[in-house]
Each structure stands twice: as structure tokens, then as C-alpha cells.
């Protein structure tokens, strides 16, 4: 199998380089309005934003900051496929403005959004990103009543495209050979994942790690098994290190990235090298935490019905049989990003 991961320099805002429903899935994390971090990208953006936080009218800001987002929203509308799915990674952020300290809900913002221009929102995620404080609070100590519980979680917004569920010719391989196993169904479609924790990127550019806010491998992986097939292209209009793309290669779908700064492109090579070992690693750790999982079933006196057609292993329902994981073997630079081969994954 073969995929293709193409990667451009260029604004989300205008994905003009990306054709009309061309895309299945959007896995993305934006920049976070009110996150002081992004103060000055959201400013470059539009001034009046910087005037708004310099005046201490913290409401404007946000407003102005989530406006260069809708913009964005835009155009996930237009490359989008009907049925197609977004799942949008956020976090709320907290900020004294002017004295006055205060939540800002991005994520209802972006609901509100994606609502507006006609997606159908879907159960959400949240998941657990450990803050880099042992503090659980902020504010006045020990003294009640003017203390902050600690912001500890994130949300993966879903949305999908239009009313209707994509449809698929009967039987399709594509979408049967991209199943998941039962268990897997059961942990990923939770609506908290507590086991999924936050990382440190690897990137020796000071600079650039201060601008990253890439989330684990785990999350665009399972995201990617579980609102893609086979042969879909996944889109991340906030590419930064790369970690849906990465996400996209393990579990053997096409992706397109879009990415302002060009320097983060510059060190995405730097992974490439370690992608077949870590795809690899992937595909026998899904399938080792299965097999695990029969025997406890086993231990428990419960039986198994099926048997999976490409690896020697019981499994619990029919539309599990025909799981077939990939393996990167080799990537290929191409003029405008990368060409991917896959093999199935083998077990020695």
C-alpha cells in the first residue's frame, strides 16, 4: 500500500491549495485565544487584538482572536467531503485582564462556530493533560472563597459535515480492513481518556519549542482509526511538528498539512528515520494489549466467537475479522511532501 502526506507553508485561513471536498477527517489543535503564548501570532494577525489586551478589554480579544479562527472554520466547510468528520483539539484558557481574572471557554466558542456554518456536533473528548505545576489551585491560598481550581483537561470536539453519514459500497475492504478490535471500541469512544497524557516535544530549537503545542501520538492516531478508512486523507491546517502526519503514516492514511512557520517543516525529517521502527511499534503494541485482552477473557470463562483472517487471534464480533495493520517501510521525499510504502505489519 502506498500513501501520500503532502505538507505546504501557507496561512489555514486561506487553504486555497487544498481542492473542494477533497478531505475525511480534519484532526487539528489551533492556537488557543487567551493563551499568552499565542498573544503575538494572534496580533500579527490583526492588530486591533494587541489594542483590545493593551487596553485590558480581555472579552474584545478573545472575540477578535476566535474571529481569525472562523475563518479557518471556513475553509474545513469547504474541503470537507459530506459526512466528513472534524475533531478539533482546544483548551479553555484563564488570564487576569486588566485585574480581573477569568476563564475563557474557547471551546464553546469554536462549538458555536462550527455550529453556525451547519456541522452536526458529535459526543466529545476530554482528556487529561497534566499541568506543569503540583499546584491544584490558584488564588488565595488556603482561604476560601477566592481560590481557581487548576485547568487539568483538554477538549477533542467532533463535528460532522451535513446530516448524513458517509456511505460506502457494500463489503468495502477499505473500511472493514480499518476496523478496530472490540476493546479498542470500548476505551477509544469513552468521553474521558484519562491515559493519555501530555509530552515534551524533541526539538532542539529553543525557539521552536516554545512555539509547539503538538499533542501526544495517541491522540491523532486514534482519532485517525476512528473517524477514517483506508485511503481517506486527513487534513491538519495547524501542522506544527508534524504529529498528525506522523499519526496518519502509522495508521496507513493519506494527509495534508498546512503549516505558517516554515521552520517547523525544516525539522519534520528528523522523525522520518525512526517512522518505521515507531509504526511498527504501534501496529504489535495493538496487537499485543489484544491478545492480552483474550486471555483475560479466556481466564473469565467467556469465549470468543470469530477468528481474525490475518492474524492468529480470536476476536469477539464479525466485523472484527478482517483487521489488516500496515507497517511503514519506507518514506520518499517528494516536491511537495512525502510518498509513504506500507506493508503489512509482520509479527517477527
Request: charged letters at 30%.
Amino acid at each position: 500500500m502506498e500513501t501520500t502526506h503532502r505538507v505546504f507553508v501557507g496561512d489555514a485561513r486561506d487553504l486555497s491549495a487544498v481542492d473542494d471536498a477533497s478531505v475525511e477527517l480534519v484532526v487539528t489543535s489551533p492556537p488557543y485565544p487567551m493563551i499568552e503564548m499565542w498573544d503575538d501570532l494572534f496580533t500579527d494577525l490583526d492588530p486591533a487584538i494587541g489594542d483590545a489586551l493593551d487596553a485590558g478589554d480581555g472579552r474584545a480579544a478573545f472575540e477578535a482572536m476566535h474571529a481569525q479562527l472562523d475563518r479557518v472554520w471556513d475553509e474545513l466547510e469547504r474541503v470537507l467531503v459530506d459526512g466528513g468528520i472534524a475533531c478539533i483539539n482546544v483548551g479553555d484558557a484563564t488570564r487576569s485582564v486588566d485585574d480581573s481574572f477569568r476563564v475563557y471557554p474557547n471551546h464553546a466558542r469554536v462549538l458555536s462556530a462550527f455550529e453556525e456554518r451547519g456541522f452536526d456536533p458529535l459526543p466529545d473528548v476530554l482528556w487529561r493533560k497534566p499541568a506543569n505545576s503540583a499546584a491544584k489551585f490558584m488564588g488565595s491560598g488556603m482561604i476560601p472563597p477566592n481560590a481557581y481550581v487548576t485547568l487539568e483537561h483538554e477538549y477533542i470536539l467532533v463535528f460532522r459535515k451535513g446530516g448524513q453519514r458517509r456511505s460506502f459500497e457494500p463489503g468495502a475492504d477499505r473500511r472493514y480492513e480499518a476496523a478496530y478490535f472490540w476493546e479498542e471500541r470500548n476505551r477509544w469512544f469513552s468521553d474521558v481518556w484519562t491515559e493519555v497524557t501530555g509530552e515534551l516535544q524533541a526539538l532542539e530549537d529553543d525557539e521552536l519549542r516554545e512555539r509547539s503545542a503538538a499533542y501526544p501520538l495517541e491522540i491523532p492516531y486514534r482519532l485517525i482509526c476512528m473517524y477514517s478508512a483506508y485511503e481517506d486523507t486527513v487534513l491538519d491546517p495547524f501542522w506544527g511538528t508534524g504529529t498528525t502526519t506522523l499519526a496518519a503514516m502509522c495508521a496507513g492514511r493519506n494527509s495534508i498539512g498546512a503549516e505558517l512557520e516554515a521552520a517547523f517543516l525544516e525539522t519534520f525529517d528528523d522523525h522520518l528515520a525512526e517512522l518505521p521502527a515507531l509504526s511498527r511499534s504501534v501496529g504489535r503494541t495493538r496487537l499485543e494489549r489484544h491478545r492480552e485482552f483474550v486471555e483475560r477473557r479466556r481466564e473469565a470463562g467467556e469465549s470468543l466467537e470469530y477468528e481474525a483472517e490475518h492474524y492468529e487471534t480470536p476476536v469477539v464480533t464479525a466485523m472484527e475479522r478482517e483487521i489488516r495493520l500496515w507497517a511503514v517501510c519506507e518514506v520518499v521525499d517528494t516536491a511537495d511532501g512525502y510518498r509513504a510504502e506500507h506493508a503489512p505489519l509482520s509479527l517477527e
